[in-house]
């Protein structure tokens, strides 16, 4: 599988040479991404690439873009042959990825530029193994509560639920069926098939009641809050409250088109409401996730330098990137939150108040989406949680038995 090169040659150095009649030495820099055509964030990284272009004549931009999946695939590929871009760009999966090799400690570059302070700390934590800073954090995310202002009006509910109890009880008041007992409206979009995000899912209800999939050392799904948590999310389901069988887009949609009254979701969730149904973009309301106790999320996109010979330039351009004039830009694109201390503006705040949720919950610190203690091996620790949450709300089993098992087979694959 090959990169696309998107963009090979400096605009600005091509007419330049056409207009001397002059070849100018091109020096190339390549950024492997998967952002680079997406609507918003990818026209931000554009504009930061063009201040890049402009501040360093005869540089050409090699772009080498993938979509998502094919992406990280592809990285996997190139930092165990040995032939990484120069500015690579990760995601949460970022301890498997530095573990692999193939990437430059960036500690001495960071306190040589003056950097370190223009990032949150909570961020810089998230990208620092043994004392070494694997990545530059961009920007991060964490889930809030949407919920429809006028479905709870009608419903007579003031105000955002508070607590999971809260929440389950909501959910039954604002499942709405007709006569004949089909449901015409429901009280919850929630993910629950056997996908990524139904993972997370199962890891904020445990933190919602108290509890953890991990220490961070050992697995405890068996934990009482766990067990209450997968049973929350088996009621919600049993009493058909949240749509069944329906992946997380088919979830966003169904809420999208008024057809469910709250969700757990990330606030660019908006943005598409008004693009699908903008007559309801108004009616939805952003809140903090309805427990006393922190959210999932944290820094998911970050750029690294890779183990090539353009070291130098590729942090130069990560440079720009950090700059104040690009970050101050960055929510004019986006509906996540920058890891740059200061860039969130209040102009941006009252125009998109549905951040501000997200933003509280990612100053306090979420918690990682991966499990702790296990990230070298999230993908197969998460595959043995998502048959045991599949197999209780889908098929019936009993939620401490799905769970003990899948302790079991944690415990046995990984010998922790």
Not at 307 to 314: R, S, V
Not at 386 to 393: C, K
Request: hydrophobic letters at 45%; glycine letters at 8%; proline letters at 7%.
């Amino acid at each position: 599988m090959a990169f696309t090169a998107l963009r090979t040659l400096s605009i600005g150095a091509a007419v330049s040479a056409l207009l001397t009649g002059n070849v100018l030495a091109q020096e190339t820099l390549s950024v492997g991404t998967w952002m680079w055509n997406e609507p918003g964030i990818g026209e931000w990284w554009q504009l930061a690439a063009k201040k890049f272009e402009d501040e360093n004549p005869g540089v050409s931009l090699e772009i080498r873009n993938l979509p998502v999946n094919d992406y990280m695939t592809q990285l996997v590929v190139e930092l165990a042959s040995g032939n990484p871009a120069d500015v690579v760009s990760v995601s949460a999966n970022l301890p498997e990825v530095q573990a692999s090799g193939g990437l430059v400690p960036l500690n001495p570059m960071i306190e040589a530029s003056g950097l370190a302070g223009r990032v949150e700390q909570a961020c810089w934590d998230r990208v620092t193994f043994d004392g070494k800073i694997m990545a530059v954090p961009i920007a991060g995310r964490t889930l809030v509560l949407l919920y429809n202002e006028a479905m709870f009006a009608e419903a007579g509910l003031s105000g955002p639920p508070t607590s999971p109890e809260q929440f389950l009880d909501y959910a039954r008041k604002l499942t709405v069926k007709d006569d004949a007992g089909n449901v015409t409206r429901y009280g919850a979009s929630m993910v629950h098939v056997n996908e990524e995000p139904t993972y997370e899912m199962l890891m904020m209800w445990s933190i919602a009641f108290g509890g953890r999939l991990t220490d961070g050392q050992k697995p405890t799904l068996t934990d009482p809050a766990v067990v209450k948590a997968l049973s929350f999310m088996k009621t919600l389901y049993d009493e058909g409250l949240i749509p069944r069988g329906r992946p997380e887009d088919d979830q966003r949609a169904i809420f999208a088109n008024g057809e469910s009254a709250m969700e757990i979701d990330g606030p660019w969730q908006v943005p598409f409401v008004r693009r699908v149904n903008p007559d309801l973009v108004d009616k939805i309301k952003a809140a903090r996730l309805p427990w006393n106790g922190p959210a999932t999320g944290g820094p998911n996109v970050m750029v690294a330098v890779g183990e090539t010979d353009n070291q130098e330039l590729a942090w130069k351009f990560i440079q720009t990137v950090l700059s104040e004039e690009v970050q101050a830009r960055f929510n004019e694109f986006s509906d996540v939150v920058p890891c740059a201390v200061g860039a969130v503006q209040e102009t941006i705040l009252k125009e998109k108040p549905y951040l501000a949720p997200e933003l509280a919950h990612f100053q306090g610190g979420p918690i990682a989406p991966t499990p702790a203690g296990f990230e070298d091996v999230a993908s197969e620790f998460q595959a043995i949680v998502l048959n045991a949450v599949t197999s209780v709300i889908q098929e019936g089993a009993d939620p401490a038995t799905a769970l003990a098992e899948a302790q079991n087979e944690v415990t046995a694959a990984f010998n922790r």
